[in-house]
């Protein structure tokens, strides 16, 4: 509390509390589990006044069963309108509902370039143009932003179909990545500073995404200082994933973190890493400091 009250550093702040947590305390702070109404939450750590973090869908509203929310517009229909304002406000509606039903991160806006009309979730996005999802995706995350809820870009950075998403290989272009793929992910950056990203199911030339360093880095180099989580299932080494610089995994385990460690496959100092860039966004958005507030079901 002395350290809130002289106004440290959010990235200092976090790094003192990783120096306190015991281990199976920093693996429950990046392990994402169902728990009672809550789509996705962490353990927290209740002996350092950590809160659990909350994190749910979606791009268009409360989802997961929620009830009492607005039953949103398709954010395509959003982005047909071509007007950032109305985009903000759906944001603003999106972030003020979360945070009144207990969830601290809204999992959107989704930014993925609509190239395949059989995709599946073309309705989640905003289109096929970079522009357009740039520009109503910024909109929409300062939206959410402004209510204190942190958003959440998705799904970082190619992901254009459902079927085989868990094993597809999607072969792309470093040219098509910087003009197609990837101005909506570096405007939430730059533009909507969002605090968190979602890492996409399939292959990028031959790395699962959630497990590749080059990404973390492109994300980096933009400015991000935030925290990845992987999409459900989108893991399959988790040592890869987490050195790589994803930071909460679904479905994962205490138990299973645990075992790596202790077989030297996974260094603390990654576990580290992913927790302190937990933390900071905690620290940054007052969610360590401010009683916490709403609960499922509110209207």
């Known amino acids: 509390q002395r350290a809130l009250n002289r106004h440290t550093p959010p990235a200092t702040l976090a790094a003192d509390v990783v120096r306190r947590m015991t281990r199976r305390e920093k693996f429950g702070e990046i392990v994402l589990e169902h728990v009672g109404p809550y789509e996705n939450i962490n353990a927290g750590a209740p002996r350092l006044c950590i809160p659990a973090l909350s994190l749910q869908d979606g791009p ?3 989802a997961y069963g929620a009830v ?7 954010p395509l229909g959003i ?11 759906y944001g603003q509606v999106q972030g003020s509902e979360a945070a009144g039903q207990g969830i601290d991160v809204v999992q959107g806006p989704t930014l993925n370039i609509d190239r395949v009309p059989q995709s599946g979730r073309t309705y989640e996005g905003f289109g096929e143009d970079p522009l ?5 995706g910024v909109a929409d995350a300062e939206g959410i932003q402004t209510t204190g809820t942190m958003a959440m870009a998705k799904h970082f950075a ?3 179909q459902e079927t085989d998403r868990g094993v597809l290989d999607t072969v792309v272009s470093q040219r098509a990545l910087e003009e197609v793929y990837f101005p909506p992910f570096k405007a939430a950056v730059t533009e909507a500073h969002v605090s968190t990203f979602m890492c996409a199911y399939p292959q990028l030339n031959g790395t699962y995404q959630c497990q590749d360093p080059a990404l973390t880095h492109q994300l980096a180099d933009w400015g991000f200082t ?3 989580r992987s999409d459900l299932g989108s893991v399959h080494d988790p040592v890869a994933a987490i050195e790589a610089g994803t930071d909460l995994l679904k479905p994962s385990s205490v ?7 202790r077989e030297h496959r996974l260094a603390v100092s990654a576990v580290d890493r992913a927790v302190t860039r937990v933390l900071t966004q905690m620290f940054a958005h007052g969610l360590v400091d401010r009683p916490a507030g709403g609960s499922p079901g509110a209207a």
Not at 79 to 87: L, N
Not at 255 to 261: F, I, R
């Open 60 to 62: 268009q509203g409360l």
């Open 68 to 74: 009492g929310v607005t039953q949103l517009p398709a």
């Open 79 to 89: 982005a047909a309108t071509f007007d950032t304002g109305i985009a903000q406000d």
């Open 132 to 136: 357009l999802v740039a520009e109503m």
């Open 158 to 160: 190619v992901y254009n």
């Open 226 to 228: 935030g925290f990845i």
């Open 255 to 261: 138990a299973t973190l645990d075992l790596l460690v």
